[in-house]
């Protein structure tokens, strides 16, 4: 399956894929998926404004080309859970393009990301 998730999240036997512009020192990153994180839009953009150019980044990829990069981790990682990893804990509160991303391939595939927990 995959998951979004956060670095500081506890995730036993799965596999990290980085889907944010920096990434912590301190994990063993599985893999990065560059075209998914928010280059140009995070640390300078916030909110609603961020949400609006991180989709339009992903309008411009289009779903063919995200759920294609998605499906090369998971071919890459077979039977293995893979968490899509940014920094923000959206448990508490915080708003994350990992969220987005999930919502917008749901309104475009119909496929569900969930967080995982």
Do not use: Q
Not at 3 to 22: C, F, L, N, P, Q
Not at 42 to 65: C, D, P, Q
Not at 74 to 94: A, M, Q, S
Request: glycine share 10%; net charge negative; proline share 2%.
């Amino acid at each position: 399956m995959v998951y979004t998730g956060y670095w500081a999240g506890e995730y036993k036997d799965a596999i990290r894929i980085s889907i944010s512009v920096g990434d912590p020192y301190w994990l063993t990153i599985d893999g990065k998926i560059k075209e998914l994180a928010p280059y140009g839009i995070h640390g300078k953009y916030t909110g609603n404004i961020a949400k609006i150019m991180y989709v339009e980044m992903l309008e411009r990829l289009g779903i063919k080309k995200v759920l294609e990069l998605i499906k090369e981790m998971e071919e890459r990682f077979k039977g293995e859970d893979i968490i899509l990893c940014c920094w923000e804990n959206v448990f508490n509160g915080k708003e994350c393009h990992r969220r987005w991303l999930a919502e917008w391939i749901k309104e475009k595939s119909g496929y569900t990301i969930d967080e995982h927990i």
